[in-house]
């Protein structure tokens, strides 16, 4: 074969596997998104696992071409391709659907395993080894090309997924479609294979060429330092990769999506450092790291970190400086073609403890979002010890590192000064404080989510039984409450927060609350007492909204308030055509559907109201400015089957039609796009 083919058909492979593994990681997320309440977790616990998986990956990919013949290695990976295939289709299977009482990490963790696991692992081991064999042919010099080819095709694979690839099909078509993708790169991988070990049946390894060896890493054997900082540099990338992540989502902007935007950064800067020395330079990144590192920390303790316009940017360019300085450096220390498998293994590695350190551990150990600034801590140490030959630059990380671990102290003041509790889990970290106005009988006690407000009550006793925030008798959900049978009624609510919607209640009525956090019923229970207050009789449902209802009786709601869409992890499956379908199995005749839709990024309403027309039901928005009150503005979408539902006082006169988005089809649980509307 000529090496213009075998050229071809080794890059082909890389380029496949890599584009392939970045591809399956948003397809797969969004498979398991609805069963997990639409968690930003679910992204984080994936995350881990493609880290975990990677790390097998490159271990048995040293291992094999350390160990076995070529010819063996042919038999062995040929055989694993073959196998992987019984994996496809990559459709997850509803046994896989939570009850609510698993713990949802390790339920993810089993059902990736048990849907994407061989498969995942084998594009995880095309990388290192294809590179193995490309190191010892005549154009080996240009391995660390293939690594930055393998990122690039990653990059494209991650921004392809949601402009070009989920707006133009469904969830099943690219399940589909990604398989025949994996049967197209097991073809390559599979060539690839036996044309190795054709071409060197008998060696252990693949025997050196006869290179330029003035152009190649000198192949000189890694130090323990080597070793160490193989391990630290990714460590610290992939721990800040999931930290900014984590922030930016929770205290900077309840906007879905933006884990594609660092997960992009953190990959072009593997494909800018690997590609070629020249796009790393000490005298311009190092300085420019100090500076984000500072930035960065100060932000987590003041207004400009965790406001939309100066916090995004600031994390978003302080990831990609921080992540130039880590993978810039280990790309200085990348070794000869002999301990190629071994260095990429230190990498995964690596990724793999910084990506289980924060996904995994952070969650039970810290009690809120600290992982970012323990992780600028360490990226400042890291910085001791890469420069640890010249005094002056030593001193000067030190201060760096101090000055770091200052604003971290004062991150962690703030939260705690006033606060009353704060907890964490798989759904993130809720607060409660009290928050003291000028008239005490204006004092009330928030509950938060990150930067969300999840509720508040008066703390004075004479009003702690009246609605507050986005629960006003004016708001979409107050009217329809309202305008309820006077019979005593059944009230359905899909996210309980503080349990405002609670006071609401009457003798004889009957709330219905369905929480997927265990956490907020405990708070709902200690800090509020809107439940324990009501006259109505409150009912419980531990675990997703929709999937408890599915599991339901009818229970014949005169009002289902749908709560849950002003966070940042939008569920969408709460509001596609097959969400309203479970709904209306539960709701009376003449009962109403009430959409919160209050949200500053994404216009929901139009979603509600296209799905309404397309199944024959009315619906109608409720904006309420909430002026000279003390009452948030607000966004209600109500939908009924019957319209008159949605002209009994005080509904009549106060609804007008969503403004409605060209193009917007009807969303399904096969087919849906948030990035269609976005404000």
Request: charged residues 15%.
């Amino acid at each position: 074969m000529k090496p213009a083919y075998v050229k071809a058909l080794f890059a082909g492979t890389i380029f496949t596997s890599a584009f392939l593994l970045f591809l399956v990681q948003p397809l797969i997320a969004k498979q398991i998104l609805p069963w997990f309440g639409g968690s930003a977790a679910v992204w984080s616990v994936c995350m881990v696992f493609f880290q975990v998986v990677l790390l097998a990956g490159y271990a048995y990919s040293d291992w094999i071409t350390r160990r076995l013949s070529v010819r063996a290695q042919t038999r062995l990976h040929v055989a694993l391709l073959l196998a992987s295939l019984a994996f496809l289709p990559i459709v997850t299977s509803a046994r896989w659907k939570p009850t609510g009482a698993e713990d949802p990490t390790w339920w993810i963790l089993g059902l990736l395993m048990g849907t994407i696991g061989l498969p995942y692992f084998l594009l995880s081991t095309t990388g290192p080894l294809v590179q193995s064999w490309v190191a010892r042919t005549p154009w080996g010099a240009q391995v660390y090309r293939y690594f930055s080819l393998s990122n690039l095709a990653s990059l494209v694979s991650l921004l392809s997924y949601p402009v070009l690839i989920e707006p133009r099909s469904t969830v099943l078509q690219q399940s589909y479609g990604w398989s025949w993708g994996y049967g197209l790169f097991a073809v390559l991988c599979s060539a690839t294979t036996l044309y190795v070990s054709r071409r060197w049946a008998a060696s252990t390894v693949v025997p050196a060429s006869k290179v330029d060896r003035a152009t190649v890493v000198p192949a000189a054997p890694p130090r323990t330092a080597d070793y160490l900082l193989w391990l630290a540099l990714p460590a610290l990338a992939s721990w800040l990769l999931l930290a900014v992540t984590n922030h930016i989502t929770q205290n900077v902007a309840s906007i879905p999506f933006l884990w594609v935007l660092p997960l992009s950064v953190y990959l072009l800067t593997f494909v800018l450092t690997f590609e070629s020395d020249r796009w790393y330079r000490r005298g311009v990144v190092l300085p420019a790291a100090a500076v984000m590192l500072v930035l960065c920390a100060f932000g987590l303790q003041d207004n400009i970190g965790s406001n939309v316009k100066t916090g995004l940017p600031i994390y978003v360019a302080g990831l990609f400086v921080l992540c130039m300085f880590l993978h810039g450096e280990m790309a200085r220390l990348r070794p000869g073609a002999r301990y190629l498998t071994r260095f990429y293994l230190m990498l995964s590695l690596g990724g793999a403890a910084g990506g289980v350190t924060v996904g995994l551990v952070a969650p039970h150990v810290l009690p809120a979002y600290y992982e970012l600034g323990i992780g600028l801590v360490l990226v400042a140490l890291a910085g001791v010890a890469l420069l640890r030959t010249r005094r002056i630059l030593v001193f000067s990380t030190l201060a760096l590192a101090a000055c770091c671990a200052w604003f971290l102290v004062l991150q962690v003041r703030h939260d705690v000064t006033g606060a009353r509790r704060m907890v964490r889990n798989f759904y993130g970290t809720v607060i409660t404080f009290d928050s003291h106005r000028a008239d005490p009988a204006d004092d009330v006690r928030q509950m938060y989510h990150g930067s969300v407000k999840h509720g508040e009550q008066y703390l004075a006793p004479a009003r702690r039984r009246e609605p507050t925030a986005y629960y006003g008798p004016d708001s979409g959900i107050g009217r329809a409450i309202a305008a309820a049978p006077l019979r005593p009624r059944r009230v359905g609510v899909i996210g309980l927060g503080a349990g405002t919607l609670a006071a609401y209640g009457r003798a004889g009525d009957v709330y219905r609350f369905y929480e997927i956090d265990p956490q907020v019923y405990k708070l709902a229970d200690t800090e509020f007492s809107f439940l324990a207050d009501s006259a109505a009789r409150i009912e419980r449902v531990t675990g997703d909204g929709r999937l408890a209802l599915e599991r339901d009786s009818p229970q014949a709601f005169d009002v289902l308030a749908v709560d849950a869409f002003s966070g940042g992890a939008v569920p969408v499956h709460l509001l596609t055509a097959e969400a309203i379908d479970v709904y209306l199995r539960h709701m009376q005749p003449g009962g109403v559907i009430v959409f919160n839709v209050t949200n500053r990024y994404i216009a929901l309403a139009p979603v509600i109201q296209k799905i309404a027309d397309s199944k024959g039901l009315h619906g109608a928005l409720v904006h309420d400015e909430a002026e000279s009150t003390p009452f948030r503005a607000t966004d209600y979408v109500l939908v009924a089957r019957d319209p008159q539902a949605l002209m009994r006082h005080p509904i009549r006169g106060a609804t007008s039609a969503p403004e409605p988005i060209a193009s917007l089809e009807p969303w399904t649980d096969d087919f849906n796009n948030l990035f269609s509307v976005l404000k």
